[in-house]
């Protein structure tokens, strides 16, 4: 054999093997990716195709489901699409990585920004109300921070405020601080949006940095996040729909987040965001052993720290809703399965979004993860 033309066979060879090596550490960082089609979408095999078809159905969403959802088991993503349009009036079609404001998820992640700051020894969930603020009430002065959490702290809840001009994080604390308190503390659980404001403005003092700040840097980069709060200048607004049911609203209390809904709602993701949180909780990324125990460390009403915590159809399964009459989100976790789904849409009020999140994860279950 001439010299040249083996080393041209050579040549060709080492870059067939270069390629092909290429190849597979693509296939591996894209695990769970198989079956991506039009706009972003993951349909993986079969079982996707089955997701696929209960999410198409009017049987299963009358009117047709406009939204987004993730479908996940064992780190593989099994459907991740976006249905519907963005915007009644321009049609354009919703992407599988569409913005959504979260509304009551949110409080899961204030949550974690409290246990967070008892991580680093700045506060404890068993502070009473007095160490945080000397003048506190004495009817609230020993209400300890676990209840606020927990939905029994027995303040009052918001029935009534203008949500839009509590602007100013002094006089929203004072106005708090001042509510009656209507049932014993830690006796009676009643959902309290006014404990997650009073939560919000506890992670800014304590932390001497915004809410918005301290969740991107202690919560959403450590789980490769990109969500963001309402108002972050790096909000890419043109991911989030302008509810493609016509109501031509993108944030249901206006596009700046005020401390009528801070702490309790506003936190801005996509579903695949949802699922990297769901990844992050699983290790050690975003909080501690001892923090993660008391994450779902049920009161009453089955409600932990910012979840609910049940056994659904025999699965352990941390879940909560979130609703602002524009918008629906629900994410359920079955953590001993591994399964995750999330679904954000426009509002509509059937079904309760918990029974077909269910579903999605009962049909989840049975697959059998890529090794």
């Given at each position: 054999m001439h010299r040249p033309l083996a080393r041209w066979i050579v040549v060709f060879a080492v870059l067939l093997f270069l390629v092909a090596d290429v190849a597979v550490a693509q296939k591996k960082n894209d695990k769970g990716k198989k079956g991506e089609s039009a706009n972003g979408a993951t349909v993986l095999g079969e079982l996707g195709k089955e997701l696929d078809l209960y999410m198409s159905s009017e049987t299963n969403f009358p009117g047709g489901f406009c939204g987004v959802v993730l479908v996940a088991k064992g780190g593989d993503v099994l459907l991740e699409k976006g249905y519907g349009v963005m915007d009644a009036d321009t049609k354009t079609p919703m992407p599988a990585n569409a913005l959504y404001d979260w509304c009551s998820v949110t409080k899961q992640f204030t949550a974690a920004a409290i246990l967070k700051l008892e991580m680093q020894k700045k506060l404890s969930i068993e502070d009473p109300l007095k160490k945080l603020f000397p003048k506190c009430p004495k009817d609230k002065a020993d209400i300890p921070l676990r209840l606020l959490l927990n939905h029994t702290s027995g303040i009052q809840n918001d029935g009534g405020l203008d949500n839009t001009k509590l602007t100013d994080r002094e006089a929203t604390i004072e106005m708090i601080l001042n509510l009656p308190v209507v049932t014993k503390p830690g006796e009676t659980w009643a959902y309290n949006n006014i404990a997650y404001f009073l939560l919000g403005a506890i992670v800014e003092k304590v932390s001497g940095t915004t809410l918005e700040k301290f969740c991107v840097e202690q919560l959403f980069a450590p789980a490769g996040m990109e969500a963001?709060?309402?108002?972050?200048?790096?909000?890419?607004?043109?991911?989030?729909?302008?509810?493609?049911?016509?109501?031509g609203v993108q944030f249901a209390y206006g596009p700046q987040l005020t401390w009528g809904y801070k702490g309790a709602g506003g936190v801005v993701a996509s579903v695949r965001d949802m699922l990297r949180w769901h990844q992050a909780l699983a290790g050690d990324k975003v909080l501690g052993k001892a923090q993660k125990a008391e994450y779902y460390t049920v009161g009453k009403h089955d409600y932990a720290l910012g979840w609910e915590v049940s056994r659904a159809a025999g699965e352990l399964e941390y879940a909560h809703s979130g609703h602002t009459g524009k918008v629906v989100t629900y994410y359920l976790r079955w953590p001993e399965e591994d399964v995750v789904v999330a679904l954000a849409y426009s509002y509509e009020p059937e079904p309760y979004p918990g029974v077909p999140a269910r579903e999605l994860a009962r049909m989840a279950k049975k697959h059998k993860p890529v090794k």
């Open positions: 963001r709060l309402i108002g972050d200048p790096k909000l890419e607004l043109a991911r989030v729909p302008r509810d493609a049911r016509g109501t």
